[in-house]
């Protein structure tokens, strides 16, 4: 059975930083697209950012120039490096893996962690 772990959420202070680290198992991971979404109570879960089986990478304009993501294939592991944190990026942090596999589209989720940016 596939599964995503995420790590790294915690309480830090406006302009604090935090890196969010999402281990996976049990697929091939260098074929998936890997993303981070997040979800704020009463609201939609967004995307934050996508880094694709090649190597490219996107983000949602609220985090642009403060957000990274990254991933390491060897470790099936992908990252969200978090800086100059606000408020409004409280949240649930969710790791996401797409992938086309044998043509058909597999979607997994991770469980989700916590991230709360307050003074």
């Known amino acids: 059975q596939v599964q995503l772990v995420e790590s790294g959420g915690d309480l830090v202070q406006p302009g604090g930083s935090l890196r969010l680290s999402c281990a996976a198992s049990?697929?091939?991971?260098?074929?998936?697209?890997m993303g981070w979404y997040r979800q704020a109570p009463g609201k939609q879960r967004e995307l934050v950012a996508l880094?694709?089986?090649?190597?490219?990478?996107n983000y949602a304009n609220s985090v642009k120039g403060r957000f990274t993501i990254s991933r390491d294939n060897a470790k099936m592991t992908v990252y969200l490096q978090m800086d100059s944190l606000k408020p409004e990026d409280t949240a649930v942090y969710y790791c996401?893996?797409?992938?086309?596999?044998?043509?058909?589209?597999?979607?997994?989720w991770g469980q989700g962690t916590q991230v709360t940016v307050s003074s």
């Open positions: 996401n893996a797409q992938g086309v596999i044998a043509a058909a589209l597999l979607i997994y």
């Open positions: 049990r697929l091939s991971f260098s074929r998936y697209n």
């Open positions: 880094i694709t089986s090649g190597g490219t990478t």
